[in-house]
């Protein structure tokens, strides 16, 4: 049986990259990576559900992959962050934005971010299994439609 190694294990060893200390990254930073992320969960959620043209996918897609519905997800899911998390989500949460919301409220907005920075943070520790945990509870919780 082939051993399954993470996505993150074999960049580091196709480009010769070494593990970073993640104390050294910003909350934007965790939220940079954790919105491809989540965007690369939500999509394949939506590809496994059938064949439909590109721009249906695409479509569907930027309806769940929106700040709106993410600070739902994170509002839904708060209880079940661990310690950890919750500091990183505050952390994304509350740092000085760069940019503005474009279709959004700067709540909401800003609850994103904080949840980007979770996936981020746990994408760049190797923790996708909770990422997908999250994920999936916030789905269950917010009764989202994938």
Do not use: W
């Not at 593990?19 to 394949?44: H, Q």
């Not at 929106?66 to 899911?77: K, L, R, V």
Request: glycine letters at 6%.
């Amino acid at each position: 049986m082939e051993e399954n190694v993470s996505l993150l294990s074999q960049i580091h060893q196709a480009f010769g990259e070494s593990e970073v200390d993640l104390r050294t990254y910003s909350p934007l930073t965790f939220a940079y990576i954790g919105d491809a992320i989540f965007e690369m969960v939500i999509r394949t959620l939506i590809v496994e559900r059938g064949q439909r043209a590109a721009n249906t996918l695409h479509k569907h897609t930027t309806k769940i992959v929106c700040a709106g519905t993410q600070a739902a997800i994170i509002e839904a899911i708060m209880d079940d962050l661990t310690e950890e998390e919750q500091d990183i989500y505050r952390r994304g949460k509350n740092t000085k934005l760069h940019s503005s919301a474009k279709n959004a409220s700067l709540s909401d907005y800003r609850k994103a971010t904080g949840f980007e920075a979770v996936c981020g943070y746990l994408y760049l520790l190797g923790n996708t299994k909770r990422i997908v945990e999250l994920i999936e509870l916030g789905i269950k919780k917010t009764g989202i439609d994938i």
